[in-house]
């Protein structure tokens, strides 16, 4: 069993910056595909992007490219989500989740194993 944990949120001022953090442990997670997904108050769960086993390839949400960027360390089992110029409409829980594909799922229900999420605030 794939468990997934994120960390790194907080509060930040509009234009800041922040990265989030998600470890994971079980299974050949370096063979997994690895996204982040944002839910605000009152709305569905978003894509924001995604990156592949290997690290070479990653995929983004419109509203978050040349802003965001996921990266991975195989190493230790870790993939990253650094938040640049963030802005008020950034703030959401942010989600990691753990694909068994070797494609780059960017729909939830393609993704086995979820992390419990953290908290982003961006002030204005």
């Known amino acids: 069993q794939v468990q997934v944990v994120e960390s790194g949120g907080g509060l930040v001022q509009a234009g800041g910056s922040l990265r989030l953090s998600c470890a994971s442990s079980g299974g050949t997670v370096g063979s997994y595909a690895m996204g982040w997904f944002r839910q605000a108050p009152g709305k569905e769960r978003e894509f924001v992007g995604a990156?592949?086993?290997?690290?070479?390839?990653?995929n983004y949400a419109d509203s978050v490219k040349d802003r965001f960027t996921i990266s991975r360390d195989n190493a230790q089992n870790t993939v990253y989500l650094q938040m640049n110029s963030l802005k008020p409409e950034d703030t959401a829980v942010y989600y990691c989740?753990?694909?068994?594909?070797?494609?780059?799922?960017?729909?939830?229900?393609?993704?086995?194993?979820w992390g419990q999420g953290t908290q982003v605030t961006v002030s204005s």
């Open positions: 989740a753990a694909a068994q594909s070797p494609r780059i799922p960017t729909t939830a229900r393609e993704y086995d194993f």
């Open positions: 990156i592949n086993w290997s690290g070479g390839r990653t």
